[in-house]
Nanobody, 121 residues
């Protein structure tokens, strides 16, 4: 069984920074991509950023230049450094793993529990 355990999140003032982390646990051989999605109140879940095992990254336009996604393959952990936060970044952030290969099979996707990020003065 593969689980994604997140840490970070909380309340921050506009212009501030937060760091999210998410560690995958289980008998994992590899994970193709890891990333973060978010869902604001009344809106659909959207992709924030992803990173593949070889380091290729993808960001949604609204966070480019402010957020940085990184990954430690040895620890199966993904990080999201969020800088210059805006009130519109307020949302529940979800960790995601794409194509997780374990000792038994490949799991197409795994979702972590969400963590609330609130940007407010």
């Amino acid at each position: 069984q593969v689980r994604l355990v997140k840490s970070g999140g909380g309340l921050v003032q506009p212009g501030g920074s937060l760091r999210l982390s998410c560690a995958a646990s289980g008998n994992i051989f590899s994970i193709y991509a890891m990333g973060w999605y978010r869902q604001a109140p009344g809106k659909q879940r959207e992709l924030v950023a992803t990173i593949t095992s070889d380091g290729s990254t993808n960001y949604t336009d609204s966070v480019k230049g402010r957020f940085i996604i990184s990954r430690d393959n040895a620890k199966n952990t993904v990080y999201l450094q969020m800088n210059s936060l805006k009130p519109e970044d307020t949302a529940v952030y979800y960790c995601h793993a794409d194509r997780v290969t374990t000792d038994i099979h490949m799991i197409l996707e795994v979702w972590g529990q969400g963590t609330l990020v609130t940007v407010s003065s």
